[in-house]
């Protein structure tokens, strides 16, 4: 005969985490509110909360990060699936498909991007030129510029394929950066300044052309660091 299961405390606040994480309360990437904040909106205590995020990573949803927090790796344990499947991947591979995905986003948002879209572009750009000499900072500042764009497209396949790449890509780039004699140059933030320009003027197979050039750059070098 089954039995109806009770469910721990951890157990629930992981459940509640979960919800609010799929509600998009905290999108992929994003950094948790620490153990003395959540607790009291979960109604438990700080070890409960603890123990929820480390099922929570343990399942593929959450990524601890030593000396930075507990961010959000994965919206649904699918997406943790395929996140094992990228972790395995040789950088090279997830930059191939970078180039799928970013080429086809970069064009599809200058068709499509709008005004508040160009505003969120520029301050990414502008925040990652601002980040740009110190190798954590300059890394996930990229990756932010780079979504923005992407989301731009207006295409919610584009923008979870590359969500479920960045854990695999940042930790890459903050390795290939570390060894790189240098990064952050004014050559490559222009590179950057020229993809936010074709898309604001709405040229499409600019800003597809320049994006594509820019990740076999970035393949190239990743090649010659590995």
Do not use: Y
């Not at 890394?139 to 731009?152: C, K, L």
């Not at 952050?184 to 074709?198: F, K, L, R």
């Amino acid at each position: 005969m089954n039995q109806v299961k009770r469910l721990s405390l951890a157990d629930q606040a992981a459940d509640l985490l979960l919800a609010r994480i799929k509600s998009g309360e905290w999108p992929v990437g994003t950094k948790l509110p620490g153990e003395t904040t959540l607790a009291p909106q979960l109604g438990v205590g700080r070890s409960t909360v603890r123990e929820a995020t480390r099922q929570l990573a343990g399942r593929g949803i959450l990524l601890a990060r030593q000396g930075s927090g507990v961010f959000v790796n994965s919206v649904d344990e699918a997406s943790a699936e395929w996140d094992l499947v990228l972790k395995r991947a040789h950088i090279k591979t997830v930059l191939e498909a970078r180039l799928a995905v970013e080429g086809e986003a970069a064009e599809l948002a200058a068709m499509r991007r709008t005004p508040a879209d160009v505003e969120a572009i520029q301050i990414a750009l502008r925040l990652r030129s601002e980040r740009r000499f110190e190798v954590s900072e300059l890394v996930d500042a990229d990756i932010a510029f780079h979504r923005s764009i992407v989301a731009a497209s207006h295409n919610e396949i584009l923008l979870s394929l590359f969500d479920t790449m960045t854990p695999r890509l940042r930790s890459a780039m903050i390795e290939m950066l570390h060894m790189a004699d240098e990064f952050g140059d004014d050559p490559d933030h222009q590179a950057h300044a020229n993809v936010v320009e074709a898309i604001c003027v709405r040229d499409a197979k600019r800003a597809r052309s320049l994006t594509r050039a820019h990740l076999h750059d970035l393949s190239s070098t990743m090649g010659s660091t590995t």
